[in-house]
């Protein structure tokens, strides 16, 4: 969030300052320019928080590996009976897609025994479940 923050702020701060400068505003007009300005970002939020997106079901993070889909409490690790024994990295981030809809955080831990390609381009070869 502060690396979008930040510099809209700055950017914010240095063109008030150049509408100020520009128009001769006081404190009075200033004030009126800052509440006007932030009642427009206020109401085109407001605007954006009617916006939402459906939440990707990730095998382990928020759904289940085996089982109806449902609330998952995370114990901290993507570590299942399933896939304990495959020597899976945990913290590998290379997400793949099934066809049920699911995704996982890497090949190896979809049960691929091979594949092909990185990142979007990743194609399972063999799924073992």
């Not at 240095?14 to 006007?36: D, I």
């Amino acid at each position: 969030m502060g690396e979008v923050n930040l510099p809209v702020g700055a950017v914010g701060i240095f063109l008030g300052g150049l509408l100020m400068k520009r128009y001769k505003l006081g404190v009075v007009s200033g004030t009126q320019l800052s509440f006007v300005t932030s009642f427009m970002a206020y109401h085109l939020l407001l605007l954006q928080s009617g916006t939402k997106c459906d939440n990707v079901k990730v095998a382990g993070l928020t759904v289940s590996y085996n089982g109806p889909p449902g609330p998952l409490v995370y114990d901290g690790s993507l570590l299942t009976e399933c896939n304990r024994d495959c020597s899976c990295l945990a913290g590998e981030w290379d997400p793949v897609c099934s066809d049920n809809d699911i995704t996982y955080t890497s090949p190896c831990l979809a049960g691929c025994s091979s594949f092909t390609g990185y990142g979007k381009n990743t194609v399972p070869i063999l799924l073992m479940y």
